[in-house]
């Protein structure tokens, strides 16, 4: 992961996504991707575990040891840090920014 967190792939801002709200595993992360995007970004596994890798060494996100009482040990849950909700948030200005220029063009619709 680059010092400078923009741009992100759209794989990574979707899974930092997906922790913003809710310490998660990682078929629950594919999960809340898929729905939440309508099917538009399917994560497989290996995407998955080798996009959590790079966000654990970058200090994007850690794993938990926080997990319902009844669920499988074997689950990993992973948080999101201050330094990954940094780098989602700037992403995310970063594609507001785009969305602006794009519709001063006209290019879409203005907001309403």
Not at 31 to 49: F, H, K, M, P
Not at 58 to 64: C, K, L
Request: avoid cysteine; proline fraction near 4%.
């Amino acid at each position: 992961m680059p010092t400078d967190p923009a741009p992100l792939s759209a794989q990574v801002f979707q899974i930092l996504l997906s922790l913003v709200d809710d310490d998660l595993h990682g078929y629950a992360i594919i999960q809340d991707v898929r729905e939440r995007t309508a099917g538009e970004i399917n994560l497989t596994a290996s995407t998955l575990y080798a996009a959590i890798k790079r966000l654990l060494d970058s200090g994007w996100i850690e794993e938990t040891r926080t997990r319902p009482r009844d669920d499988d040990a074997r689950r990993r849950y992973y948080r999101l840090t201050d330094a990954g909700r940094a780098a989602a948030r700037a992403e995310a200005q970063r594609l507001e920014r785009l969305a602006a220029m794009a519709r001063a063009k006209r290019l879409i619709p203005a907001k309403r």
